[in-house]
Each structure stands twice: as structure tokens, then as C-alpha cells.
């Protein structure tokens, strides 16, 4: 299989778009110019507000542009316990509460937060076993920061929780555990 690159992606969207160069320049606000370069050199590589505006301009999420990472290849064999603990921290027990995190008194919902923006990290290098060591701490402290403080505390803490989720949908579905991906909390409402 041949490698597509990022400017052999844009050309293939954009002729799917059924857009021109000059289409998608006015559509994305990017130079007829750059498109053009990108589409010839389809190695050259552009900044990240520009992927953006193309992605904008041609109705494709960013990822679409630019490539998913690649997925783990599937063995058959069972869970591995990183994988269990996952599917733990996603689906705890019913009517149970929040298991406190280990280090409960240097948490805080901004170190949350940076937690998941590194899962994430983790997620779009590909470093999926880093993630599913990480993943099962991130989810707990996010799942425990959406129950404590204010009301205005909780929902930031729900928001966070939401994200952790969200990673943990994405790196079940590169692990091919589809059913883990649909399982969370509130995944029957998002389906259509």
C-alpha cells in the first residue's frame, strides 16, 4: 500500500469536495498559493492553523487531513490487565462512590486537566501502551473532581471527566475493543 502524504491527501478531499484550488482557497482563507505548493510537493509540510483552515474549508475533521495514528493489531488473545483496569475505570460499579485518588492532596482540577492533555499526547504519538498504564489514574481523578467542590468546581470537574472519556473511547476503538467504546456513561444518547 502506498504511503499518502498530506498534500496527495488535501488533492484527493478537495477533487472529492468537488472543489477547485481556487474553491478551497475561498472556502479555507488559505493562498491558492500554499495549496498549490502543498499539492505539488506533497512531502512539504505546513503550520498547524493552516491545517486547520483547510480541514474547515474542505469538511473534514482535522484527523481526516492529516491522519489517524495507527491502530494496534488485534491478537484475539483475552484483556491484558492494563486493558482490564480501563474497562474498570470507564464502567465502575453502580451506585458505588468515587474512588478517591491515590494522591488526593495534590490534586487539582488544573493537574487534571494537564493529565488528559498528556493522554492525548500519549494518544496521537501512538504510545498506546503509555496510555493504557495512564488512562485508568486519569479517568479516577477526573471522575472524582467532577464530584467534589462547588457547583460551578463539579461541572468543570465533569467537563474534565467528559474528556478522559472521550480518550478512553478513542483508544478502545484503536485497540478494536469497539464495545468498550460504546459502553461509557451516557454512550446511548450519542448513538445514532
Not at 10 to 39: P, W, Y
Not at 50 to 55: E, G, I
Request: charged fraction near 20%; charge should be neutral.
Amino acid at each position: 500500500m502506498a504511503t499518502e502524504y498530506l498534500g496527495d491527501r488535501v488533492r484527493r478531499l478537495r477533487r472529492q469536495a468537488r472543489l477547485t484550488q481556487e474553491g478551497l482557497a475561498e472556502k479555507s482563507g488559505v493562498s491558492v498559493d500554499t495549496i498549490r505548493r502543498l499539492e505539488q510537493r506533497p512531502q512539504s509540510s505546513v503550520q498547524l492553523p493552516t491545517l486547520h483552515a483547510l480541514s474547515s474549508g474542505l469538511g473534514v475533521e482535522l484527523t481526516g487531513l492529516v491522519g489517524d495514528p495507527p491502530g494496534a493489531p488485534s491478537t484475539g488473545e483475552s484483556d491484558s490487565p492494563q486493558l482490564v483496569a480501563v474497562r474498570r475505570a470507564i464502567m465502575p460499579p453502580l451506585f458505588a462512590p468515587p474512588t478517591p485518588p491515590s494522591d488526593l492532596e495534590t490534586l487539582s482540577l488544573e493537574r487534571v486537566r494537564c493529565d488528559i492533555a498528556g493522554g492525548w499526547t500519549l494518544y496521537h504519538a501512538a504510545e498506546f501502551e503509555n496510555l493504557l498504564n495512564a488512562l485508568p489514574g486519569l479517568i479516577t481523578e477526573a471522575r472524582f473532581a467532577a464530584t467534589v467542590g462547588d457547583v460551578d468546581q463539579r461541572a468543570a470537574g465533569q467537563a474534565a471527566l467528559s474528556k478522559a472519556l472521550q480518550l478512553g473511547g478513542h483508544l478502545a476503538i484503536r485497540m478494536g475493543k469497539t464495545d468498550l467504546a460504546l459502553s461509557g456513561p451516557g454512550a446511548s444518547h450519542s448513538r445514532r
